[in-house]
């Protein structure tokens, strides 16, 4: 079982819609869970970052953690084609100072 | 305030020899972390370092070193290049625990021919 899983897409979603991009992981001990935007040729860009059980949104994002289920997922809202990339879903694991154990990335398209 | 600075940006180096990458954080942060992006194998950690000290290394051969300084800036190296070792190099950047954000800085990517 990989440590953190995703699928890897591509998830197409129309213009205005909301894309729901999900993430499971293995280690019940993780602490922090990031989500990154990469577009081809590019680093990642950090979108959201969450620690606490629950829902935290940032305009047209939000983020949801379950540590019970061992689940996290990204909204985007008002999904727009600006927003097809692939999108990285990370986690701090168990005393694992800073180190990020990622997911393989799911593409998403937004098409007009 | 600026971000996450790696130099250089693009690299062609021949297969046997050695390379050295360079990282600077966001000012005041105090952790560097280093990883390897590839197609095939994705993005994975290679070591962290936090006030020059090397705090977790991930899978990867003794080939692969790095540092810190006193002024968080961190370099890695790469000796006896193989063919494999081309990838996207990235350094990332926090503050100091692990409940805040981590920050990627541009990347280094590395030609092995």
């Known amino acids: 079982q990989k440590e953190v899983e995703q699928n890897s897409g591509p998830l197409s979603v129309p213009e205005g819609a909301i894309a729901s991009l999900n993430c499971t992981y293995s280690d019940r001990g993780s602490q922090s869970f990031f989500w990154y935007r990469q577009y081809s040729g590019k680093s990642p860009e950090l979108i959201m970052f969450i620690y606490s059980n629950g829902d935290k949104e940032d305009g047209r994002f939000t983020a949801q953690l379950n540590k019970a289920s061992q689940y996290v997922s990204l909204l985007i809202r008002d999904s727009q084609p600006s927003d097809s990339a692939t999108y990285l879903c990370a986690v701090n694991v168990a005393g694992g100072y800073n180190k990020l154990i990622f997911g393989a990335g799911t593409r998403l398209a937004v098409h007009p | 305030k600026a971000g996450v600075t790696q130099t250089p940006r693009y690299l062609i180096k021949t297969r046997g020899q050695q390379v050295t990458l360079s990282c600077s954080p966001i000012s005041g942060h105090r952790s560097v972390s280093w990883y390897q992006q590839t197609p095939g194998q994705g993005l994975q950690f290679l070591f962290e370092?936090?006030?020059?000290?090397?705090?977790n290394k991930g899978n990867f051969p003794g080939r692969f070193s790095g540092r810190q300084f006193s002024n968080s800036r961190s370099e890695m190296n790469v000796s006896t290049l193989e063919l494999g070792d081309s990838a996207l190099y990235l350094c990332?950047?926090?503050?100091?625990?692990?409940?805040?954000?981590?920050?990627f800085g541009p990347g280094t990517r590395l030609t092995v021919t």
């Open positions: 990332a950047s926090r503050y100091m625990t692990s409940s805040e954000e981590t920050y």
């Open positions: 370092y936090f006030s020059e000290t090397q705090r």
